[in-house]
């Protein structure tokens, strides 16, 4: 939004996990969880405002969105930094994480799906809510087909949990989760960078081409959703990288327990 306010102007956005000052040091398992998925990371995206900028960038920001429903109890406290029994500091996650991720995701795609899906998935969403609404049929909601929206997607490696639950709910391939799923294997939880972790990954192989849209949607405590929907205005090829997973990526992706089918790609 501020690039959109000063034109002609740059903007260097940089994403970061510091996992020292969030160490927890007690015994409180709810709160040793997190010693364990969240790993340091970081990265660097420069933006520009420039027209002129346009031959040489890689992607054009076509949507972003954010959803906060830390008016709720539940979620505002769902991931909460707070002192244990013995006064040590940490940050407790609660057993309702699940279950208020997978609310604030459905606010959150009930407001992304007018901005980027066909028109045939926008009539199909509308006659199920009649349906449901007006006619009062004992029907599931409609979840709109993102797939004929997005070619790539970059969701947030909050843990296997969360990624289990947003394949489901999503109903997204094993393919389009891979670079997530690699992404949590690889580096863990690297928080606001992880999304930019594994749009590296998708152009290390190779998979971003132009007129591309990636779908980037990461979460985070409060408790909030965030989308951006990039479109690429080139190929990516990997021979010009130089990213995190270049020296590694033919071996990529692994198999998992959880997720046995990974496509190679």
């Known amino acids: 939004m501020q690039l959109q306010a000063h034109p002609n102007s740059y903007a260097l956005v940089l994403s ?10 007690g015994n409180n398992p709810s709160m040793l969880l997190t010693n364990c998925l969240f790993r340091m990371g970081g990265s660097a995206a420069l933006l520009s405002s420039h027209p002129s900028d346009r031959s040489r960038s890689k992607y054009q920001l ?11 109890d539940s979620s505002y406290q769902c991931v909460f930094q707070e002192e244990d029994e013995k006064e040590i500091v940490g940050v407790k996650l609660s057993k309702d994480l699940m279950n208020v991720a997978r609310d604030a995701l459905r606010v959150h795609i009930t407001s992304l799906g007018p901005l980027v899906l066909p028109i045939s998935e926008k009539l199909k969403y509308v006659k199920n809510l009649v349906e449901r609404k007006i006619l009062k049929k004992k029907i599931e909601p409609y979840m ?6 997005f070619d790539q997607f970059c969701m947030h490696t909050g843990g296997r949990a969360v990624l289990d639950r947003m394949q489901k709910s999503l109903e997204l391939d094993d393919f389009h989760m891979e670079p997530s799923r690699m992404t949590l294997y690889r580096y863990g939880n690297t928080s606001s960078s992880s999304v930019w972790y594994e749009l590296s990954y998708c152009e290390a192989k190779g998979r971003v081409k132009k007129g591309h849209k990636i779908w980037q949607m990461a979460f985070g405590s409060g408790f909030k959703v965030n989308t951006a929907v990039w479109y690429a205005l080139k190929n990516v090829d990997p021979k010009s990288l130089k990213n995190a997973w270049m020296d590694e990526i033919d071996d990529f992706p692994v198999p998992l327990p959880m997720n046995k089918h990974m496509i190679k790609a």
């Open 62 to 72: 076509v949507h972003s969105l954010r959803t906060h429903v830390g008016a709720d």
């Open 144 to 149: 709109p087909n993102f797939k004929l929206a």
């Open 16 to 25: 970061t996990e510091n996992q020292i000052s969030s160490l927890y040091k």
